[in-house]
């Protein structure tokens, strides 16, 4: 079997003295698209963060293609080729949508130029000059997105992509994730809609207390989804 693209094993990250997880272990293949489900508080959120090197202390293991991520500084960890788009999305409000995009480091060959990446936005490349105040959510959202696929990075990590937007909106933030997968992206997804989780992950793991409690393929989740739902209390 092939070794792991991302594997975690055993991850403990504090916050200060508070810990948030608890040796929280799962793996992710290349070109797979994983979702972190759980409540609020779950550890979600500090599981992205930590394997991004943004909390105050890691402990375990984080390996992203056998090398170990913990010890690195964010920046290093960066140009491994592993981006991270937050649930606050992090526009600067006083840029246009091109400053914006150009804001990140290329960390590696490959990334999508900015034309490209309007042509597959149209709804930036109609709003290029506008601030990053004058964006929608869903459009703050998918610039958020533009701007790490920008860098070369091909293991994206997507922090509730789909949080406070319109039902049009999130169907299009579902079809750019399917997109990104048939294009050889790997993704992991931490999302409170459990239904648009479903309909698009290949693998699912569920969060609760700072651990990983179980994981289920597709397969499962479809045919267990209400049973899946009420154990997330959705």
């Known amino acids: 079997m092939a070794e792991p693209l991302l594997d975690i094993r055993e ?31 779950a550890g979600k959120t500090t599981l992205l963060r930590s394997v991004m090197g943004l909390v105050g202390r890691r402990e375990g293991a984080i390996r992203l293609r056998g090398q170990e991520l ?3 500084a964010p920046h290093r960890i960066a140009r491994q080729g ?26 590696a060959e490959g990334g999508m130029g900015e034309a490209e990446l309007l042509a597959l936005f149209p709804n930036l490349a109609e709003r290029a000059a506008s601030a990053g105040t004058h964006l929608s959510g869903g ?8 701007r790490i696929l920008r860098t070369g990075a091909r293991v994206l990590l997507l922090d509730e992509p789909t949080e406070g937007l319109a039902p ?16 050889g992206y790997t993704i992991v997804l931490v999302e409170q809609n459990v239904r648009f989780a479903a309909n698009l992950a ?10 990983v409690v179980d994981g289920f393929d597709a397969a499962t989740m479809r045919r267990d989804f209400d049973a899946i739902a009420s154990r997330i209390g959705v």
């Not at 788009?85 to 960390?107: F, H, K, M, Q, W």
């Not at 049009?168 to 294009?183: H, P, Q």
């Open 70 to 72: 913990i010890g690195l």
């Open 202 to 211: 290949d693998r699912h793991y569920l969060m609760a207390s700072g651990r």
């Open 168 to 183: 049009v909106i999130v169907e299009r933030i579902g079809e750019l994730i399917a997109t990104l997968r048939g294009r």
């Open 11 to 41: 991850l403990r990250a504090w916050y200060g003295p508070s810990q948030a997880l608890h040796g929280a272990s799962l793996y992710v293949n290349e070109g797979e698209v994983v979702a972190l489900l759980g409540r609020n508080g």
């Open 139 to 146: 459009e703050q959202q998918m610039l958020a997105i533009a």
């Open 82 to 107: 592993i981006a991270h788009c937050p649930d606050d999305r992090g526009i600067y409000a006083t840029l246009s949508v091109r400053e914006n995009l150009r804001l990140p480091p290329v960390v």
